[in-house]
């Protein structure tokens, strides 16, 4: 099992990594694995956290139909075999020396750099909402301190006024923060106590997902459950003490009073040393500029990025990463021999539960939806419901985390 290293100190020699992968998330470590696998030898993984997530999995955990411990693994146990693991994190990256600086003061060399660190929550976007949630009056599904709380808040709720935000893009799969709503709803219709409750859906753009052939599920669904839904719509800010939130709408601010729990996702943003790194681009969010179809800096042809913090032109999800780590890994062995780059073509994912038994597994591409050859093919379902709760944890950590995408 791969254990930490701590690096260097400053002012020892600097220690240099062929691959250097910043951040071991799905990108980090489904991406080092592959390179492994594929025959690289010096592949150094720059992480912090001990532990890693399966994050679709908060959103069960949200839902009571999960816990974390479905969701958390050590990280020691996900870093692959013949992959250093440094126990550090990247405070900047200086590209014309080809070399990060880390948190702990060590300067690491890299010949090929490859960021992925993820986003990072946008506090300072929604005034009050950090205080709401250590209240306990707001939380949600996407902070993983907040998920194991939600259940309890939603599952108690008998009457009054409850509000479910779906963050703007870019977010880590934002449309799945529709999962904990639909599944709350069905929870509260079984229980006979929907009709006393007030629910209010947020959505940032028109439709909810815009996928035509896709979202008349979803309108059907909060027609169903009798769901107000505000549309092209952010949370503008909270008050935990006199429990309102303001949405800002295409009309001007709406304000909700006396909400009795508000399922209300921050906004994200890259992390801001991309920037200060030179590595971002012109996107208020800060994601890093990359060519979209190669994954490689448009600046820096050693630099590549992939995840949630690379500017892919796409929605980000996990399901995303299925195809970006293939691309890249290919990518990164044919630039080092002067070979053709391949292309990814933006597919992505958009899981969303319409029941607690039910979910319609939507993909997409640039080019438009990508449904499965079936008829109807983005009915929520059953079986799309098992596959996405019991069986693809599994494939997360026993085929994709080790490389085998
Ligand atoms: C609630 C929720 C539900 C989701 N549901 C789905 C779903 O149903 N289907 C789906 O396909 N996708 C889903 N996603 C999206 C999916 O989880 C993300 O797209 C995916 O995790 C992105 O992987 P990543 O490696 O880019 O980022 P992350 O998984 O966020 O990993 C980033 C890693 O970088 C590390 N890091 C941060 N800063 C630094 C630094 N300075 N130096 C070094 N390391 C650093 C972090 O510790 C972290 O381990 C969901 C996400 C959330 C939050």
Redesign the pocket.
Known sequence: MPTPLRGPRTGEPVPHAEVLV????????SLAAKLLRDGARDVVL????PV?????L??YV?SGQATPADVERP?STVVPPGCRWVQ????SVQPAARTVL??RGATIGYTTLVV?????EDWAATPGLQDAYTAGWAG???VPSS?PLVWPALKGLREGSVVFTVPPEPA??GP??L?PALMACDYWRRAGVLGNLDVTVVLPDAEPLGVAGADEHLEAAFARYGVTVLRRSRLASVDPVLRTVEIATPTGTRRLDDVAYAHAVPHYRA?E?ITESGLGGPSPAGLVDIDPETLRSRRHDDVWA?????GIATR??????RKQVKVLAHNIAAASRGRRLHSYDGY????VTTSRRRLMLVQADRKGPRPLPLLNPFAPRPSAFWF?RHV?PQVYFRRLLRGKV
Request: with cysteine; charged share 15%; hydrophobic share 35%.
């Open positions: 910043v951040g071991g998330g799905n990108a980090g470590i720059l992480e912090p956290s890693h997530r399966y994050r679709p908060l959103n949200g990280t550090d994190a990247v405070a880390t948190r992925c660190p993820g986003m990072r949600s599904t996407y998920a880590p799969c799945t923060a999962k992390p040393w992939i995840g949630d913090a690379a980000s999800s996990g399901g995303a990463l992505t994912v958009m899981p996405d693809l």
